[in-house]
């Protein structure tokens, strides 16, 4: 079992930055692929940013590449994602997400086993 509480959500302008963190409680951190989803008000959950176990492969949708970073330490049970030159469009709740799997479907939800409770994000034009 594995526990995921996100953190860093807010209020932003158009243009700036936050940084998101996701805290995983167990031993497990490191053996799980993890994600970031987004879901705003009446559209579907949307992938966002993965990154493998080992933290040496990560993975964009293409909305975000160029300025959104994901990260994790495993040693922090921590996976983070960095959004640079946010947009209007970027206002969400942001969800983290942990898979036992291979990590090949890493950009469909159903592919995730826990999920954190989701942190809101808003970005004012």
Known sequence: ????????GGLV?????????CA??????????????????GKEREFVA?????????????????RFTISRVNAKNTVYLQMNS?????TAVYYCAASQGPGSNRYRPNEY???GQ????????
Not at 13 to 21: E, V
Not at 24 to 41: I, L, Y
Not at 58 to 63: G, K, L, P, R
Not at 86 to 90: A, F, I, R, S, V
């Open 1 to 8: 079992q594995v526990q995921l509480v996100e953190s860093g």
């Open 50 to 66: 993965a990154i493998s176990r080992s933290g040496g492969s990560t993975y964009y949708a293409a909305s975000v590449k160029g």
């Open 113 to 115: 086993d826990y999920w």
């Open 24 to 41: 995983a409680s167990g031993r497990t951190f490191s053996s799980h692929v993890m994600g970031w989803f987004r879901q705003a008000p």
């Open 86 to 90: 946010l947009k209007p469009e970027d």
């Open 118 to 125: 989701g942190t809101q994000v808003t970005v004012s034009s």
């Open 13 to 21: 302008q158009a243009g700036g930055s936050l940084r998101l963190s």
